[in-house]
């Protein structure tokens, strides 16, 4: 009689000493198998909770052993044995290694083919071969402790922010198009030929609604879409754990966000997060780090040394500085050790992107004295030597390079060379956590490109009270009142105080060049809702996959996804985007434009 798998008494991570002697019924698939000749044969049963050695023994079941020999990775069995003792053979890498099971019966519940890549922690398949077979990716122990890990963050913020009062209220999913910053997804109708839904970028505009429907404190976690270029730690389709408040202020966000967060480190890592967090205005921001994400696990702060430079004959600072640039540096302290080739190499990475070159010099004494040398040493002469290190904090042994250029572009490239040296040169503390604040942001920034004031964050942020008397006269002068939580250099979400007052709103939509009615066309539900009471409100999303990845220790949120797209938006176990069949174009009266058409042509020729 075959058993009864559904009788499982326990998963294969379970079992230990206390438990020898007992009868026990697991499941799950062959990890690995060992043939030890005649009389015995192991094999590693696997499922989600872990692994347990079984033990085939000629002497306990002939026909169980028989039936071991016949397995291979990734069958699907279930066995009934009893618990055992293994001795000396104890293995301290699994939690199960001091016990094993001697199996009395076999059941194979399927037999499976051989398996594109082996499922095991480590694996030298490519990401598109694992997207293509998630189901066996996902089998492996990494997967499973990031989708697990993901389980748990879920679980302990819907835990703590029932526990404060906000209501897990579902907002639609097809909705109208409006602009907040990328893309939308759209999905034609059939049943309005012509008109379009678009997938929510996030639920801003209906969690507003929900403050002035009176609901006070609202929470969901919300799925978000963006057609935009992918990084690794974005996704076109996302989720957020998102959030919003009636009658507060930027000091009762910031609260409670911090509160939750320490929640759920505690709950899911078991680590104390101190609170409150530090707090960075944004122009501090980007004078000392050059990204308005700073990781402060390290030092290595961006210094201005535009008075020494413009003191110095050299020709690349000399004509930053006459283009009303600035000069930046940052010490790299024990750096005079790199060799010539790794300045090299660090040099051609940095012109890779868009950088002209790597400046430098290293510290040194000489007699007694400190002297500068290599590089763009020569250019340093007399005083200028005394001004540079102590400006720069340095000591012999160390390393300066330098950035010459818009304040832009010596933000990224000394961000990225900053953040560049700290990784390969293992400066990073593990197990440190940083979060931050980032504070006072710009409402709006010039877009070179369309000669227009477009905003920061998104048209719905209230700009601080005093500045509001300068919205039109200088509107690069106004700070809104929003905000980033930052952690290790990752942005984990990001929120703002809402506007509230209808004539506010229209005074922002026409600074960024939305008329009235246009306004009136594309948010008619807002400023009409706007009309009817409307509390102060705000609040803040958080970036569940960023967060997932982090806890998990992982360097990619499609390690937290169960099934993620490709950079290019790409899903090889769906094959999806996928063409469709002409009669449900029709339908919706779609009719696609000659250039789609004689790209598939090519394709399909191909």
């Known amino acids: 009689m075959a058993i009864a798998y559904n009788k499982r008494t326990c998963d294969c991570g379970t079992l230990r000493a206390s438990d020898i002697g007992k009868e026990v019924i697991l499941a799950g698939w062959v990890n690995n198998y060992r043939d030890h000749g005649h009389n015995l044969v192991f094999i590693d049963l696997r499922d989600r909770g872990g692994i347990t050695q079984c033990r085939f023994n000629v002497d306990t079941d002939p026909e169980a052993t028989q039936i071991a020999r016949t397995l291979r990775k990734e069958d699907v069995i279930a066995v009934r044995g009893e618990v055992i003792s293994r001795g000396e053979n104890v293995n301290p890498k699994l939690p199960t290694g001091e016990i094993e099971v001697s199996i009395k019966e076999v059941n194979v519940l399927n037999k499976s083919a051989t398996p594109p890549f082996e499922v095991a922690d480590h694996v030298e398949a490519s990401e598109d071969l694992r997207l293509k077979y998630r189901f066996l990716d996902l089998r492996r122990g990494p997967m499973q402790k990031g989708i697990i890990t993901r389980h748990k963050t879920l679980q302990a913020f819907r835990e703590f922010y029932y526990s404060e009062g906000f209501l897990d209220i579902e907002t639609p999913i097809l909705t109208k198009s409006t602009p907040e910053g990328a893309r939308d997804y759209l999905v034609p109708s059939r049943v309005w030929p012509g008109n379009f839904y678009a997938l929510p970028q996030s639920p801003q505009l209906f969690k507003q609604l929900l403050m002035i429907s009176g609901f006070d404190r609202y929470m969901q976690i919300a799925r978000c879409f963006r057609d935009e270029d992918l990084r690794a730690d ?76 413009r ?36 040099t051609a990475e940095i012109q890779g992107i868009g950088a002209g070159g790597l400046p430098l010099c290293k510290v040194a004494e000489e007699g007694g004295k400190v002297v500068l040398q290599t590089g763009i040493a020569k250019f340093f002469t007399g005083e200028t030597v005394g001004e540079l290190v102590q400006k720069m904090d340095a000591a012999p042994g160390d390393i300066l390079f330098f950035a010459a250029g818009s304040f832009a572009n010596v933000c990224k490239h000394l961000n990225w060379l900053r953040i560049t040296l700290a990784e390969r040169r293992k400066l990073i503390p593990p197990g440190k956590w940083e979060f931050l604040w980032i504070v006072d942001m710009p409402a709006f920034e010039w877009d070179e490109e369309t000669g227009k004031w477009v905003f920061l964050h998104h048209p719905f942020t209230m700009p601080h009270d005093e500045d509001l008397p300068i919205l039109e006269s200088n509107p690069g002068a106004v700070r809104a009142k929003c905000y980033d939580i930052v952690l290790n250099g990752v942005e984990l979400g990001s929120g703002s105080i809402r506007i509230h007052s209808l004539d506010t709103q229209y005074r ?99």
């Open 234 to 309: 974005r996704q076109p389709e996302f989720t957020q754990v998102d959030l919003e408040m009636a009658f507060v202020d930027v000091e009762n966000v910031l609260d409670v966000v911090e509160r939750s967060l320490a929640h759920v480190w505690k709950k899911v890592i078991d680590v104390d997060v101190p609170v409150p967090f530090r707090r960075m205005k944004y122009d501090e921001a980007m004078r000392d780090y050059g990204t308005d994400k700073p990781d402060l696990r390290y030092g290595m702060k961006l210094i201005d040394i535009s008075d020494v430079a």
């Open 311 to 346: 003191k110095t004959e050299f020709k690349v600072f000399q004509e930053a500085l006459a283009a009303g640039g600035v000069v930046k540096a940052i010490c790299l302290k024990g750096g005079a050790a790199m060799t010539r080739k790794e300045t090299d190499g660090l």
């Open 508 to 606: 922002i939509f026409r600074m960024l060049g939305i008329s009235d009615e246009e306004a009136r066309q594309k948010f008619t539900h807002l400023l009409t809702a706007l009309q009817y009471g409307a509390p102060p409100h705000g609040g803040l999303a958080l970036g569940l996959d960023r967060i997932s990845m982090l806890l998990a220790g992982l360097s990619t949120i499609r390690e937290v996804i169960a099934f993620p797209k490709t950079q290019k938006a790409f899903d090889p176990l769906t094959e999806c985007p996928s063409e469709v069949d002409q009669k449900q174009l029709d339908e919706l009266g779609i009719d696609l434009n000659p250039t789609i058409k004689a790209i598939k042509a090519k394709k399909k020729e191909k």
